[in-house]
């Protein structure tokens, strides 16, 4: 399986704050990676496609980018609403298509 | 509108059986994956398999298969995670959702259930 590992594991920061969150993978999996938020005793909510696609109602201020096997996720203002979990997962070549341990992000 | 609307949650008994439940609507049932992920207690997201229901093709993860069964009813649009034996470890958030094709063997969830939860305890 391709091992999925994110860092930091959990972040504190302010409104206003830009943040990155990395993710990397055991192997290249090309642009096979997608970001997902998720809040306290919500269901997940995909924000990125394809390493940097921004799905369709989400805030211009999340961006991805990366290739290969180095992937990051941006949020370049965070909004009261942004602190949640967040989760990147790798769906190349053949399943299980895992994800990453998850990040945190608090309000500091 | 794109929905999955999962089954209630359950409180079972180790060693006993339990089938949850994922109907979709909105979209052609048969002609996309649909898959269910784990999320024990305090934990991340684990990806657990997934399955085709225009023809029932499956694919699990290594560490599940055995564990569980993965099944679909086109004629209800509906598909199920199944245990024929319930452990403890078996308690977690069930989250159904649908996997979209983005070129190649390229997938992500776009559409999720709102989550089964399954509590097994003596």
């Known amino acids: 399986d391709i091992q999925m590992t994110q860092s930091p594991s959990s972040l504190s920061a302010s409104v206003g704050d830009r943040v990155t969150i990395t993710c990397r993978a055991s192997?290249?999996?090309?642009?096979?990676l997608h970001w997902y938020q998720q809040r306290p005793g919500k269901a997940p909510k995909l924000l990125i496609y394809?390493?940097?696609s921004l799905q369709s109602g989400v805030p211009s201020r999340f961006s991805g980018s990366g290739s290969g096997t180095d992937f990051t996720l941006t949020i370049s203002s965070l909004q009261p609403e942004d602190f949640a979990t967040y989760y990147c997962?790798?769906?190349?070549?053949?399943?299980?298509?895992?994800f990453g341990q998850g990040t945190k992000l608090e309000i500091k | 509108e794109v929905q999955l609307v999962q089954s209630g949650a359950e409180v079972k008994k180790p060693g006993e059986s339990l089938k949850i439940s994922c109907k979709g609507s909105?979209?052609?049932?048969?002609?996309?994956?649909i898959g269910w992920v784990r999320q024990m207690p305090g934990k991340g997201l684990e990806w657990m398999g997934i399955?085709?229901?225009?023809?029932?093709?499956?694919r699990y993860s290594p560490s599940l298969q055995g564990q569980v069964t993965i099944s679909a009813d086109k004629s209800i649009t509906t598909a199920y995670l199944q245990w024929n034996s319930l452990r403890a470890s078996d308690t977690a958030m069930y989250y159904c959702?649908?996997?979209?094709?983005?070129?190649?063997?390229?997938?992500?969830?776009?559409?999720w259930g709102q989550g089964t939860l399954v509590t097994v305890s003596s």
């Open positions: 959702a649908r996997p979209y094709p983005c070129g190649g063997d390229c997938y992500y969830f776009d559409y």
């Open positions: 909105g979209y052609s049932f048969t002609n996309y994956w």
């Open positions: 399955i085709y229901p225009g023809d029932s093709k499956t």
């Open positions: 192997q290249s999996i090309s642009y096979y």
């Open positions: 394809a390493a940097s």
């Open positions: 997962q790798q769906s190349y070549s053949t399943p299980p298509y895992t």
